[in-house]
T-cell receptor
Framework: AQSVSQHNHHVILSEAASLELGCNYS??????LFWYVQYPGQHLQLLLK??????LVKGIKGFEAEFIKSKFSFNLRKPSVQWSDTAEYFC???????????FGGGTRLMVKP | GAVVSQHPSRVICKSGTSVKIECRSL??????MFWYRQFPKQSLMLMAT?????????EQGVEKDKFLINHASLTLSTLTVTSAHPEDSSFYIC??????????FGSGTRLTVV
C-alpha cells in the first residue's frame, strides 16, 4: 500500500521568506505525484504535478517541486511567499491499481504580512 | 478545464435521517469518481472508489451499508449517508479523474448531524 508523509504540520513565515514543504512517499512502483492547495473555505486546487520527465516541476503561483526518486521525496518550494499563500497544502500520490490518490496529512501555512 | 459540481455545500440533518450528496462532472465524462472524508484539521481520507455501472469499492473500515454510493451515469455519482449520527458530521469531498490534471475536486459538503 502507498503512504504519504508530510513532515511539517504547521509553518509560519513572514512575507518574502522562502518556503520548502517536505513530502515523502512509500511505494515501490511508478508513481504520479501531486501538490494541492486548499485556501480557507475553498476546495482543493492543483498546484503542480509530476508524471514523468524533468523531475523539477513548475506549477502555478510561483511554486515548484522536485521529484527525487532515490529519496522518495517530492518537496514543494517557493522562493518568496506572500500573505495570499496562507492555506493548507497537501501532497498526494497515485501509484498502483485503483488510480486513487493517497494524501499526506497536510501542512498548514500561515504567512504573516 | 474539467469541473466537478458538488451539492449541497452545507447540510444539517437530524440524527437518524439520511442525506444524499451529489457529485456531477459538468463538461466531461467521469468513469471513476472518488469520495473522501476530511475531519477538521486533518487530511482527506479515501472512503470509496465509485465506478460507473458497477458497485463501489470501499476502503477498509468504511461501512458500505451506511455510506451508499451510486454511480448510475457517466456524469453523476451520489453518496447517501444513511441513518446519520453526530459522529458522521464531517466534510465530504468528491473527485473525478480527468485526462489533463489527473483529478478535479468538488467544493465539498459540510454535513452536520444534530
Amino acid at each position: 500500500a502507498q503512504s504519504v508523509s508530510q513532515h511539517n504540520h504547521h509553518v509560519i513565515l513572514s512575507e518574502a521568506a522562502s518556503l520548502e514543504l517536505g513530502c515523502n512517499y512509500s511505494y515501490g512502483g511508478t508513481v504520479n505525484l501531486f501538490w494541492y492547495v486548499q485556501y480557507p473555505g475553498q476546495h482543493l486546487q492543483l498546484l503542480l504535478k509530476y508524471f514523468s520527465g524533468d523531475p523539477l516541476v513548475k506549477g502555478i503561483k510561483g511554486f515548484e517541486a522536485e521529484f527525487i526518486k532515490s529519496k522518495f521525496s517530492f518537496n514543494l518550494r517557493k522562493p518568496s511567499v506572500q500573505w495570499s499563500d496562507t492555506a493548507e497544502y497537501f501532497c498526494a500520490v497515485n501509484g498502483g491499481a485503483g488510480n486513487m490518490l493517497t494524501f499526506g496529512g497536510g501542512t498548514r501555512l500561515m504567512v504573516k504580512p | 478545464g474539467a469541473v466537478v459540481s458538488q451539492h449541497p455545500s452545507r447540510v444539517i440533518c437530524k440524527s437518524g435521517t439520511s442525506v444524499k450528496i451529489e457529485c456531477r462532472s459538468l463538461d466531461f465524462q467521469a468513469t471513476t469518481m472518488f469520495w473522501y472524508r476530511q475531519f477538521p484539521k486533518q487530511s482527506l481520507m479515501l472512503m470509496a472508489t465509485s465506478n460507473e455501472g458497477s458497485k463501489a469499492t470501499y476502503e477498509q473500515g468504511v461501512e458500505k451499508d451506511k455510506f451508499l454510493i451510486n454511480h448510475a451515469s457517466l456524469t453523476l455519482s451520489t453518496l447517501t449517508v444513511t441513518s446519520a449520527h453526530p459522529e458522521d458530521s464531517s466534510f465530504y469531498i468528491c473527485s473525478a479523474m480527468t485526462g489533463i490534471d489527473g483529478y478535479t475536486f468538488g467544493s465539498g459538503t459540510r454535513l452536520t448531524v444534530v
